[in-house]
């Protein structure tokens, strides 16, 4: 046990936006340079397409990590604790985002019909000559007659509007109120804190009913319906569950490089980073637990309508990138956060949330290119260079992204003050 030294003192000034506005600097940097080379691939045969794709592979990224930081901060409001204060103005930035998640969306609503076979054949009779000069299958025709209602372009239009309005709504209103209550002139008293715990609350346990449907709605209309024949009754709880992975990784890299200065330097304990990794490590065995329960349920059943999108995955050099995703997405995070020790340095556990990025990208990556004919069960290099745009235009977007987010958390104070829980984290620790 080490000895009490008393409680510590937050700064008078609890913003750094030296730090941060050094970061967005190099995430502009890394966007313009990964944008010019994506301009290379308009050049290539199979570039232009491939640059659409990886485009949504970017987009998919963004948006799991501006609505999964709404949906987490809804979370913390619901459930309390003390990660939710170290987390909160991060989480608050991702979630004011979506703006720009907004913003990424509009050039895939004008590509559609690149990306969607239901797009391309958007009536009866168009898809009817599509089956007729071999374009699809008996199967995806009769499959995108039956889901019409819900695929169509005007459908895709109205349900995206549908998501991203009413996320916005809550996201608008969880920011505006959080500045409310840290100026509110009976802060710091008991019925201060009780009547906006109680405010927050009301708001957010309805929200994240409302965010698990409207997440299912988006996750089947930009991407499982790439695959019209594809169905799966827990889609919207991966994608759910891959946001939190991603998430929770961005947010301890986030607090971890802020504790480098004030006042995170002051906030960031060793205890509540080891509740960050514990977290973490959390999403880590729920994304095993639902993906290897969903392909182990289809491999024991042996449906022929079901296996073709997991042997598209597996095939033709897929199995390569399937093993790669099992190792980086799961194995790798599992393992190392397992140790107590790593929990709790900064520097390693801030290298894992990198990796942990990258593997989600990688998963979206496996989500999405086999669904194409084209790829489809054959993954190669050779007169496909263009495929290496899922490198550099993920990059491009994510770091556009990524200077949007920071130029957000640098518009507020890092810290909330009106919480019961700074006084606490303010403390001292008691062990080590």
């Not at 205890?271 to 349920?297: C, P, R, W």
Request: aromatic share 12%; glycine share 6%.
């Amino acid at each position: 046990m080490a000895a009490h030294h008393g409680p510590r003192i937050l700064p008078a000034v609890l913003s750094a936006p030296t730090l941060v506005a050094a970061w967005r600097r190099r995430a502009l940097l890394i966007a313009a340079i990964s944008g010019v080379v994506s301009l290379l691939f308009f050049f290539v045969a199979g570039g232009p397409i491939h640059i659409l794709r990886a485009y949504l592979l970017g987009f998919m990224t963004c948006f799991g990590f501006a609505g999964g930081g709404l949906v987490l901060l809804m979370l913390q409001y619901v459930s309390g604790g003390k990660w939710g204060l170290l987390l909160r103005r991060p989480l608050e930035a991702m979630s004011r985002t979506l703006v720009l998640v907004f913003v990424m969306w509009i050039p895939i609503a004008v590509c559609m019909k690149q990306l969607y076979q239901w797009a391309a054949f958007p009536t009866d009779a168009d898809t009817a000559r599509g089956l007729a000069q071999h374009l699809m299958t008996k199967e995806q025709a009769l499959t995108m007659i039956a889901k019409r209602v819900m695929l169509n372009p005007v459908a895709f239009v109205v349900q995206s509007l549908l998501v991203f309005g009413i996320l916005g709504l809550f996201a608008f209103l969880l920011n505006k109120w959080s500045l409310d209550r840290d100026n509110d002139p009976a802060r710091g008293t008991e019925p201060s804190y009780d009547r906006w715990r109680t405010r927050f609350e009301n708001l957010s346990g309805p929200g994240i009913f409302l965010y698990v449907v409207l997440l299912t709605d988006g996750a089947i209309i930009w991407i499982m319906s790439l695959d019209v024949t594809w169905y799966s009754s827990i889609w919207g709880l991966q994608f759910l569950v891959g946001q939190g992975f991603a998430v929770f990784a961005l947010s301890i890299l986030t607090v971890i490089k802020l504790s480098k200065v004030e006042p995170m330097a002051t906030l960031l304990r060793k205890t509540e980073q080891h509740d960050l990794g514990k977290l973490a490590f959390a999403f880590v065995m729920l994304n095993i637990y639902l993906s290897f329960a969903e392909f182990l349920i289809i491999w024991s059943g042996n449906v022929p309508d079901e296996i073709p999108w997991y042997l598209n995955r597996i095939h033709g050099g897929w199995w390569y990138i399937c093993s790669l995703d099992f190792v980086c997405h799961w194995l790798i995070p599992f393992c190392l956060l397992l140790s107590r020790d790593l929990k709790r340095d900064k520097r390693r556990l801030s290298l894992l949330a990198c990796f942990m990025i990258f593997a989600r990208c990688v998963d979206m990556f496996w989500l999405i290119e086999p669904n194409f004919p084209d790829a489809a069960g054959n993954l190669h290099l050779s007169g496909n260079i263009g495929i290496l745009a899922y490198i550099t235009v993920p990059l491009c977007v994510l770091s556009l992204w990524a200077a949007y987010y920071l130029t957000e958390l640098n518009k507020r104070p890092l810290i909330a003050t009106n919480d019961p829980h700074l006084e606490e984290m303010l403390e001292a620790e008691h062990a080590h």
